[in-house]
């Protein structure tokens, strides 16, 4: 700010002509004030950042989470490769930082229960026991409601993978497809596209590496995945045998999550944490690791290696 010369002692005045000394007081205010100004402007800017929105009206669901404390999320969990048939499941970590990030967000203690592959092989949709249940889609029959957050064009196509057949070379993605099964992890967003744009079977496993592992057995005729997985994967020298086609999926959300119960305030508040989740650092960096992992999971697959 531009003093005012009129409060200010002319710089030719005698060494001894006084100050005022009310000068003095006036710049070390200005000064605080500004200094106070930045401070709290920094702090709310801060704040906001870190919480973008205000969550909308809550419903009978968020009321009862508010009011217990906690909130109870359900992950899930499988076997990562392991030559030990009785490994036992592991949570889901990208799974775990999301049901981290909703409580903070609703400022109570989280609970997690690990949701692992049944007898058939797959995890089930159960929302007894949870207050939602993060990744996967599905009616139990409990008036139960799935809710999703749309997903931005940051966030990778899907491909699919073949055998490499000499004589299907020349085919388009449409023919080469068509009628197929292909395997996908429960819960992925490029499963609906597929089935819709290629006609396609989804044979679903409980995660990624156990739909590697099940398309590498030839249990389906390809694998549907992220594009950015399979960049990486095909710098290995076995994937040679294998056909990459160009579906170039768009993922049809970004995640997703079945809610135990409420109603339309409580779909809105949920859907409104998952975008925030899927725009924060945090969420990006934890899709990143997830990537990462699957990529080196992938490396750990072998003969008699166990992952679903």
Same mark, same amino acid.
């Given at each position: 700010m531009a003093?005012?010369?009129q409060? $200010?002692?002319?710089r030719h005045a005698p060494?001894?002509?006084?100050r005022p000394?009310?000068?003095y007081?006036?710049?070390?205010?200005?000064?605080?004030?500004g200094?106070?100004?930045?401070?709290?402007?920094?702090? #709310?800017?801060?704040?906001?950042?870190?919480?973008p929105e205000?969550?909308p009206?809550a419903g009978p669901?968020?009321?009862?989470?508010r009011?217990?404390?906690?909130?109870?999320v359900?992950?899930?969990?499988?076997? +990562?490769p392991?030559p030990?048939p009785e490994?036992?499941?592991?949570p889901?970590e990208?799974?775990l930082?999301?049901?981290?990030?909703?409580?903070?967000?609703?400022?109570?203690?989280l609970r997690t229960v690990?949701?692992a592959?049944?007898?058939?092989?797959?995890?089930?949709v =159960?929302?007894?026991?949870?207050?939602?249940?993060?990744?996967l889609?599905? =009616?139990?029959?409990?008036g139960?409601m799935?809710v999703r957050?749309?997903?931005s064009s940051? $966030?990778?196509r899907?491909?699919v993978?073949?055998?490499?057949r000499?004589a299907q070379q020349?085919?388009?993605?449409?023919?080469?497809l068509?009628?197929?099964t292909?395997?996908a992890?429960?819960g992925?967003?490029?499963?609906l596209?597929?089935?819709?744009?290629?006609d396609?079977?989804?044979k679903w496993l409980?995660?990624?590496? #156990?739909?590697?592992?099940a398309f590498?057995?030839f249990?389906c005729?390809?694998?549907?995945?992220?594009a950015?997985? $399979?960049?990486? $994967?095909?710098?290995?020298p076995d994937?040679?045998?294998? +056909?990459?086609?160009?579906t170039?999926? +768009?993922?049809?959300f970004a995640?997703q999550a079945?809610l135990?119960?409420g109603d339309a305030r409580?779909a809105?508040a949920?859907?409104?944490?998952?975008a925030?989740?899927?725009?924060? =650092?945090?969420?990006?960096?934890? +899709?990143?690791?997830r990537?990462?992992?699957?990529?080196?999971? #992938?490396?750990q697959l072998?003969?008699g290696?166990?992952?679903?």
């Open positions: 003093e005012n010369p409060h $200010l002692p002319s060494p001894n002509t006084p000394r009310y000068a007081g006036v710049v070390l205010s200005l000064l605080s004030a200094l106070l100004w930045w401070l709290t402007g920094a702090y #709310a800017a801060t704040g906001a950042r870190q919480n205000v969550l009206e669901l968020i009321q009862h989470i009011e217990q404390g906690h909130i109870t359900g992950v899930r969990a499988y076997r +990562r392991s030990d490994a036992r499941p592991e889901d990208y799974d930082a999301l049901a981290r990030a909703l409580a903070h967000r609703l400022q109570v203690e690990p949701q592959p049944d007898s058939d092989g797959l995890i089930a =159960d929302v007894d026991p949870v207050d939602l249940l993060l990744g889609a599905g =009616d139990d029959g409990t139960s799935v957050s749309a997903a940051a $966030l990778p899907g491909d993978v073949v055998l490499a000499p020349s085919l388009s993605p449409k023919l080469a068509a009628g197929r292909v395997c992890a429960q992925s967003p490029y499963a596209p597929a089935t819709q744009a290629y396609v079977q989804i409980p995660s990624t590496i #156990a739909a590697l592992s590498s057995a249990e005729d390809g694998l549907l995945a992220d950015d997985l $399979l960049d990486r $994967l095909q710098s290995a994937w040679a045998y294998y +056909r990459r086609l160009p170039a999926l +768009r993922p049809a995640d079945t135990h119960s409580d809105q949920v859907q409104t944490l998952l925030e989740w899927s725009a924060s =650092d945090d969420g990006q960096a934890h +899709r990143q690791q990537l990462s992992l699957q990529a080196f999971e #992938a490396t072998q003969p290696s166990y992952c679903h």
